[in-house]
């Protein structure tokens, strides 16, 4: 009798309409979706920032107006900008004029290191590069190094507009540049679904700083994919807990919402101590966000009393949560009067955002949901790569219309991660462990790759991957070996933490650690910077030979 297997089955299927399943992925850009889906509804709301409300007609006409600016400066289809913005309108506006043009946008960290930004920067060869002052004040004497020959900078608040460098006077405001493009003819938008339109940057499945690029179909799918089945109305309210350069933000928050006439509410420097005055003060109706900011409101003062009867689609994803946090989030919900508890999901940037879901009538204990409509999922065994059945747990894969493009001009790279089945059909290896229910739910049960999320004291969420910290550590002299691991923190969500074996030659720890701290001050960014180094005389191993970071990590 032949094995069962999952991706063949697709067990899931079973939750979703036969409309959904059959129905196509719109063709159009991004663009051209937000616009066809909105143009009858002008002065409905379409952002909330602060105490600033923008409707849908007057973000066209600022999409249009940036469009004519970057036009003027000489931005033209497929070349590649880059932002590096908050979440604030200007970031949504950039990425709507880029994708307008037919250009790609390259979405940073907004506080990266001058280092990593110029990085960013060259890698992909942006000639035009737009911030905010936070980006402008750690960059702008750097710019030189690059490719950037026009650059615009966006306040935030009271911020004043940092002075240029002798080194790079090039600098202009938002407000200059609309200017700049008072005239300017704009072409038709472009339409073509299979254009780069997204570059987000990841560690992907091996903790390397690669580009992800996304086209138009794979954002599209996501959008299409992640409302499917899914009810909702015209104007109700979503937060944007996260920064724009995290696809779950951009895409799954912003972009598929205002694809669909939501409010969307930008929070630049959200603080989960302020949850109740964010939801009552907005009506929000909808939040995704990570499990750090659903477990921080367990511990606001007086939450019991709230009144969060507006909240109804409430999902967690980014991470696991544990199962203690879950139930005691969702109990507070529910006891403040919340229409729904949270719904889980797991995702990777490679598939541009989210790859499977929960809802109430299908969300068992510790699963993270079933597979989106169109994705497909499976589990191999790791060493064969030989699909696992019900149960079996092995890697698990992805495939569909969100995955990637490919990591930006590095086809190694992707072939290590995409690999092609007997039929043709491009899986994503995601590194993670796991297995699929006979009922088509799926349960992730580790991680072959290793991952931190810390939270910075600005409150800017960030990825740090222990293997490219252990890189550097490695260069020190006196380091004979090193092992990065996270620290659980109820402020900062992680603590990386450096446990570091000297070379026998080395005696004075003291001196080895101020050479380690320098040296990670000058080749990491600060957010990746760790915590805590401290000296073990001899590293655990596994059977294998290899760091046992787990039982560094079970330790801690």
């Not at 309210?237 to 350069?245: K, N, R, V, Y």
């Not at 739910?441 to 222990?466: W, Y």
Request: with cysteine; glycine share 8%; net charge negative.
């Amino acid at each position: 009798m032949a094995k069962r297997l999952p991706s063949v089955e697709r067990p899931w299927l079973r939750y979703h309409s036969r409309a959904d399943i059959e129905a196509p992925i719109p063709t159009t850009t991004v663009y051209q979706l937000l616009v066809e889906n909105n143009r009858e509804h002008s002065f409905d709301t379409a952002l909330l920032y602060l105490d600033t409300v923008i409707t849908y007609g007057q973000l066209f006409s600022s999409i249009d107006n940036c469009a004519k600016g970057l036009r003027a400066m000489g931005v033209r289809r497929d070349d590649i900008v880059t932002v590096a913005m908050p979440a604030m309108p200007e970031a949504v506006v950039a990425f709507y004029a880029i994708n307008r043009l037919g250009a790609v946008a390259n979405m940073i960290h907004p506080l990266a290191s001058a280092e990593d930004t110029c990085r960013y920067l060259r890698e992909v060869g942006s000639r035009v590069f737009l911030m905010f002052t936070g980006t402008c004040r750690l960059v702008a004497s750097h710019l030189h190094t690059t490719m950037v020959e026009k650059a615009v900078v966006v306040p935030v608040g009271d911020d004043d507009i940092p002075q240029p460098s002798p080194e790079w006077p090039e600098l202009m405001t938002w407000k200059e540049m609309e200017e700049l493009g008072c005239g300017m003819e704009l072409p038709p938008p472009a339409r073509a679904a299979h254009d780069y339109a997204l570059i987000s940057h990841t560690g992907g499945t091996t903790g390397e700083q690669k580009g992800v690029v996304c086209t138009n179909l794979n954002i599209q799918a996501e959008i299409f994919q992640g409302l499917a089945g899914i009810e909702y109305q015209r104007q109700e309210c979503i937060m944007a807990t996260l920064p724009p350069f995290i696809n779950y933000s951009l895409v799954s928050t912003i972009l598929r919402h205002l694809s669909h006439g939501l409010k969307v509410v930008l929070i630049p420097h959200y603080q989960p101590e302020k949850f109740v005055e964010y939801v009552t003060k907005y009506h929000v109706n909808h939040i995704l966000t990570i499990p750090a900011y659903w477990k921080a409101i367990l511990h606001i003062p007086g939450i019991d009393q709230a009144d969060l009867s507006s909240l109804r689609f409430l999902a967690s994803g980014g991470e696991h949560i544990d199962l203690h946090t879950e139930e005691a989030v969702n109990s507070l919900l529910k006891h403040c009067g919340a229409k729904g508890g949270l719904i889980k999901g797991t995702g990777m940037t490679e598939m541009t955002c989210a790859t499977t879901y929960s809802l109430p009538w299908r969300n068992p204990p510790g699963s993270v949901g079933s597979p989106l409509v169109k994705t497909n999922c499976k589990v191999v065994d790791p060493d064969s790569g030989e699909e696992l059945s019900y149960g079996q747990e092995g890697e698990v894969c992805f495939a569909g219309p969100t995955l990637m493009a490919g990591y930006y001009n590095n086809p190694e790279a992707t072939r290590q991660v995409v690999h092609t089945g007997d039929d043709g059909t491009p899986w994503l290896h995601t590194g993670d462990l796991g297995y699929i229910t006979d009922d088509g739910m799926l349960f992730i049960t580790g991680r072959m790759k290793r991952l931190l999320l810390v939270r910075d004291a600005n409150g800017v969420i960030s990825k740090v991957f222990p293997d490219r910290v252990e890189e550097v550590l490695m260069t020190v002299p006196g380091v004979e070996a090193c092992c990065v691991v996270g620290v659980p923190d109820e402020q900062r969500i992680t603590i990386a933490k450096a446990f570091v074996q000297p070379t026998k030659e080395m005696e004075k720890s003291s001196q080895l650690k101020e050479s380690i701290l320098d040296v990670c001050r000058q080749q990491l960014s600060p957010y990746m910077m760790p915590e805590e180094v401290v000296f073990i005389t001899e590293m655990p191993r596994t059977e294998r030979g290899k760091i046992d970071f787990r039982a560094l990590e079970k330790a801690e």
